[in-house]
């Protein structure tokens, strides 16, 4: 552990926002989940969501977790959770940087009934296996089917398997390769955002 100099904090004495902000600036960087869904009726959404890992390799699954509403909807759960319910399946697009400001127009609150596509400028494209659009001007897309939604505390992980798997050509090296480096992956850090910069292996040439 740090030194005896170290800041320490105690969540139980601390407010909600101020122990979500150390973490959030100390688990770093993080990938993010651009998900579309649709609701009942057919309108689409589109969210980013940093709370983004892989839960399984066998078979394939997909970990999201989304947090409560926003304050001017407090008490209330996100239109993604929502849809996700109701339907059951969803899109993980993953962002590349040169989409950065399209997914930032993505995030805004809009109300239930608008579509972010079409706020983001961006083309829904039909899914193999689902009825939930894939972004496709994004190089990566999982087509997702839920398996679980699992509450915690205040949010909800939820578990979706793959089932379909879309590259495009510009981001494949091949043998099941992507191309880091060209497609150009955006990560959330606090409240900023980076991409990655030099890569390497270990053990460095230091040690």
Request: with cysteine; glycine share 4%.
């Amino acid at each position: 552990m740090p030194n005896k100099h170290a800041q320490t904090f105690d969540p139980q004495q601390m407010n909600t926002q101020d122990m979500y902000k150390i973490m959030i600036g100390s688990v770093v960087p993080r990938p993010i989940a651009w998900i579309s869904s649709k609701d009942k009726k057919g309108t689409l959404n589109l969210a980013p969501f940093s709370f983004f890992t892989v839960a399984s390799r066998q078979p394939p699954t997909l970990a999201v977790s989304i947090g409560p509403g926003v304050k001017e909807r407090e008490g209330t759960v996100k239109d993604t959770l929502t849809n996700i319910r109701e339907l059951e399946e969803y899109v993980i697009n993953i962002v590349p940087y040169e989409l950065s400001n399209h997914m930032y127009e993505s995030a805004k609150n809009y109300p239930p009934e608008i579509d972010e596509f079409k706020k983001g400028s961006l083309t829904p494209q039909f899914s193999d296996t689902i009825s939930v659009p894939t972004i496709k001007e994004s190089p990566i897309a999982f087509e997702c089917k839920l398996d679980k939604i699992i509450p915690v505390g205040t949010d909800h992980v939820v578990l979706g398997q793959v089932q379909r798997a879309h590259v495009d050509q510009s981001a494949y090296l091949g043998d099941y390769k992507t191309d880091i480096d060209s497609w150009k992956p955006l990560a959330r850090l606090a409240g900023d955002y980076a991409t990655l910069n030099e890569r390497f292996a270990l053990p460095t040439s230091d040690e």
